[in-house]
T-cell receptor, first 113, second 114 residues
Framework: QKEVEQNSGPLSVPEGAIASLNCTYSDRVSQSFFWYRQYSGKSPELIMSIYSNGDKEDGRFTAQLNKASQYVSLLIRDSQPSDSATYLCAVTRINTGFQKLVFGTGTRLLVSP | DADVTQTPRNRITKTGKRIMLECSQTKGHDRMYWYRQDPGLGLRLIYYSFDVKDINKGEISDGYSVSRQAQAKFSLSLESAIPNQTALYFC?????????????FGPGTRLLVL
């Protein structure tokens, strides 16, 4: 079982729709959760971080965390073609006192005009 | 100006050659990291450093070495490059003093080993 699992996609949504990206993780003691956006050939860019159960909203983005289910999601409202990218879920794991960041392989999102 | 810079941005080399990838940051962060990214495998940690005197191996350090020349500079070396080291390499930094382990990535170096 991978530490952080994401559906590779592509997830295709029409412009203006809600895109829902999901991520599960295996380590129950993980404390911090991140969503990064990565355009093709570019570096990952932090979109959201979430540390406690529930929802966290930032503009068109909402991160949702459910530690009991070991599940974190990212909702993108009013999706735009410019949102087309790969979204990486990252989770911290304690490693000899260091909170190592473990990445999923990413979900590719395609937003069609 | 970018906060985290990497040089070179692209590099083609031959099997057996020694090469160095360099990373510099102006964010003032203590922690620096080297990752490689391969299709289908995601980002994997090669080495990380908490300060100039603290360097640690990540999950895939074999065939690589690093040097932390200063707080702002962290270099990755491939002692004898092999084709399966062809990948996209990222440097990242983070600031633990904020209490959050948010990592900020450089633009990447695309390496091709022939």
């Amino acid at each position: 079982q991978k530490e952080v699992e994401q559906n590779s996609g592509p997830l295709s949504v029409p412009e203006g729709a809600i895109a829902s990206l999901n991520c599960t993780y295996s380590d129950r003691v993980s404390q911090s959760f991140f969503w990064y956006r990565q355009y093709s050939g570019k570096s990952p860019e932090l979109i959201m971080s979430i540390y406690s159960n529930g929802d966290k909203e930032d503009g068109r983005f909402t991160a949702q965390l459910n530690k009991a289910s070991q599940y974190v999601s990212l909702l993108i409202r009013d999706s735009q073609p410019s949102d087309s990218a790969t979204y990486l879920c990252a989770v911290t794991r304690i490693n000899t006192g260091f909170q190592k960041l473990v990445f999923g392989t990413g979900t590719r999102l395609l937003v069609s005009p | 100006d970018a906060d985290v810079t990497q040089t070179p941005r692209n590099r083609i080399t031959k099997t057996g050659k020694r090469i160095m990838l360099e990373c510099s940051q102006t964010k003032g962060h203590d922690r620096m990291y080297w990752y490689r990214q391969d299709p289908g495998l995601g980002l994997r940690l090669i080495y990380y450093s908490f300060d100039v005197k603290d360097i640690n191996k990540g999950e895939i350090s074999d065939g690589y070495s690093v040097s932390r020349q200063a707080q702002a500079k962290f270099s990755l070396s491939l002692e004898s490059a092999i084709p399966n080291q062809t990948a996209l390499y990222f440097c990242a930094t983070s600031d633990w003093t904020s209490g959050e382990e948010t990592q900020y990535f450089g633009p990447g170096t695309r390496l091709l080993v022939l």
